[in-house]
DNA sequence: TAGTTTTTTTAGGTTTGTCTAAATTTTATT
DNA sequence: AATAAAATTTAGACAAACCTAAAAAAACTA
């Protein structure tokens, strides 16, 4: 296979995380994710488009290639296995991998991400519940869980609310809780399981087992 | 800190492993171990004396400034810690994590190192043996052993040779042993106290313990 | 739909790190 | 010491990955 640079390697991920939510993909979107200009993307995606990785028609938006996608599950692999390395062995805590993944995600070696892999036990998700692809590119597929019954110490994005009474809005408004907002569940109090729950640079809070038997998340 | 980009750290991780040898380093031997030509050392060096990390006049050879000399020992710890992970966790073998960790010593977030650092147990050598430089970048001063009290599974380097008979000056060149050659131990038989050694690259042979009393190492 | 705004691309430049070939300096040899 | 050889540096190029400013295309909008 080809040998990807850094820079590629940074534009292939970021397409692939950017067409997860739209059919194309647009130059200043790309630009903006990666911290470039329009004008050095399209440089780039004429590089990607020859070698293979996107499909691309100047001015009408792109896509991986099958072939691109591929790879991109293999730089998301890598990532993922650095996170999750570096949050349950070296305490980092689950906000303050993601930096130092960026960059350990592009040393390569096969036989070092596959011995990481067995090294870890072949974890599922990382610390952000994000699924780890295997070396195969697959993906656990992941079902949606009452907020309810997750363990502490997850991360989990909420994907459903089920009960649209006032309360319970009045709550999610309160907490700034929407769909696809990402949840800590930082410990369950025993006698009464409620659960105290951290939203990302916000303080944490306590939610009832009520109000949480009516929330769906992901793992994620 | 200034910032040093991977190119930078090669040369001038290169240039503290070759200024070991000789008083000053000169620019083809650069060039040699980096594996550049002469004139991108000139280019390099002209910018690492900007940066004052060379001593370095024209066609008079250079070598590192404290301030190079402390930024090399933090290279070399990074690289070495790494190779300790590959090779205690990971299960490489001792010739397999070099070249990985060429790349791993590049990632240099502080707090990576000091947590990988904890999390390995704060090793003193790499797994070839090589002293690996604290976060002050001071090294453990290693004491020469004697051959014969090396337990197995260690690489030492060859520092001394006591006794200067024939025999084993003998020896010591069928087997291609001199001054600064690393010997691997791979076991010792019980009923003679002989050694299992290979060198790199060779098969392995075996050592009476009467030899191996009269050959001293250091750790690396 | 004609004009305006936004998006994207092109054209031309810069920096980093490399190269080859030629010039210069140092070192070795006779 | 003069000359030949070796080492080093300079000069000029190139590719990668970025940039700004201008041109072109697409999308809005009145």
């Given at each position: 296979m080809v040998n990807f640079s850094t820079s590629e390697e940074n534009h292939?991920?970021?397409?692939f995380h950017l067409q997860q939510k739209a059919e194309t993909v647009t130059t200043n979107e790309l630009a903006e994710g990666i911290g470039t200009k329009p004008a050095s993307v399209t440089d780039m995606l004429k590089k990607l488009k020859i070698k293979k990785m996107v499909h691309y028609q100047p001015y009408q938006g792109f896509r991986l290639t099958a072939e691109g996608e591929k790879y991109a599950l293999g730089i998301i692999r890598r990532h993922r296995l650095w996170e999750f390395f570096l949050s349950e062995k070296?305490?980092?805590?689950?906000?303050?991998?993601?930096?130092?993944?960026?960059?350990?995600?592009?040393?390569?070696?096969?036989?070092?991400i596959e011995r990481l892999d067995a090294f870890l036990g072949f974890p599922k998700f990382d610390p952000h519940g994000d699924p780890i692809p295997d070396n195969q590119g697959r993906v656990e597929i992941t079902q949606q869980l009452m907020l309810s019954e997750i363990k502490s110490n997850k991360i989990v994005t909420v994907s459903q609310i089920k009960n649209q009474s006032a309360q319970l809005l009045e709550m999610l408004k309160h907490q700034q809780i929407q769909l696809g907002t990402k949840l800590e569940i930082k410990r369950r109090f025993e006698f009464d399981n409620s659960i105290e729950i951290k939203i990302r640079n916000k303080p944490a809070f306590i939610m009832s087992e009520q109000q949480a038997q009516n929330i769906f998340v992901i793992n994620g």
């Open positions: 292939i991920k970021t397409i070296l305490n980092f805590k689950w906000d303050e991998v993601h930096a130092v993944a960026e960059d350990l995600e592009h040393v390569s070696s096969r036989q070092l």
